[in-house]
């Protein structure tokens, strides 16, 4: 059963500053990943996707990259600011014969970049 | 971008009460997803659909039912309400790998 976790749970740091969120998946067998942001009262909104033949992603001050074989992700976020506060969540699909099916996540990491 | 609504997006009901939570999207997607996530949980998938006429059990095992009548509907209802229902429930669609979210319906029972 496919497993997602990620480090850390909780991150707090000035305006400005690069970060690094980290996700792991137990399974390497993976169809493809994907990356969220989560505000209070909404949905989640997809940031990248990144298919299981990529190494990486980039959108902006976002960057996304995967190891597949290590069963590693992360989300490099650049020159942080306050709108970047939020919940980061990290999914992976598996494969079937219709494409990926439902996605399996991670709990998230609760960022909070201080003005 | 996907346009996928929700309602309600929140619902305080007492136990035993039969509810629907509805699920639309505007986009054509053919795959259609409900996710149930306990407050400082992930998200687990409970229910997911290929098209009309297509439903299949997730990961997270559910007492709630759905159906797929319509392309772009995809209701989901529990019979008997109960407290251990109490959740934040949302739904998801996508064309080919892209999953897009709806708001959440955020149900409570007491």
């Known amino acids: 059963k496919q497993e997602v976790t990620q480090i850390p749970a909780a991150l707090s740091v000035p305006e400005g500053e690069n970060l690094v969120l980290n996700c792991s998946f137990t399974?390497?067998?993976?169809?493809?990943l994907q990356w969220f942001r989560q505000d209070p009262g909404k949905g989640l909104t997809s940031l990248l996707l990144?298919?299981?033949?990529?190494r990486e992603q980039t959108s902006g001050r976002l960057n996304a990259s995967l190891d597949k074989s290590s069963g590693r992700s992360t989300l490099y976020i650049a020159a942080s600011q306050p709108g970047d506060s939020a919940t980061y969540l990290c999914?992976?699909?598996?494969?079937?014969?219709?494409?990926?099916?439902?996605?399996?996540f991670g709990k998230g990491t609760h960022l909070i970049i201080q003005p | 971008e996907a346009d996928i609504y929700q309602t309600p997006r929140y619902l305080v009901i007492g136990t035993g009460k039969k509810i629907t939570l509805e699920c639309s999207q505007t986009m054509g997607h053919d795959k259609m997803y409900w996710y149930q996530q306990d407050p400082g949980m992930e998200l687990h998938l409970i229910h997911y659909s290929y098209g009309v006429n297509s439903t299949e059990k997730g990961d997270l095992s559910s007492e709630s039912t759905v159906s797929r009548i319509r392309t772009e509907h995809f209701p989901l209802t529990l019979e008997s309400a109960r407290p251990s229902h109490t959740s934040q429930y949302l739904c998801?669609?996508?064309?080919?790998?892209?999953?897009?979210f709806g708001p959440g319906t955020r149900l409570t029972v007491l």
């Open positions: 990144i298919q299981s033949s990529q």
């Open positions: 999914a992976v699909g598996m494969y079937s014969g219709g494409g990926a099916d439902g996605l399996t």
């Open positions: 998801a669609s996508s064309e080919w790998d892209t999953q897009y």
């Open positions: 399974d390497s067998a993976i169809y493809n």
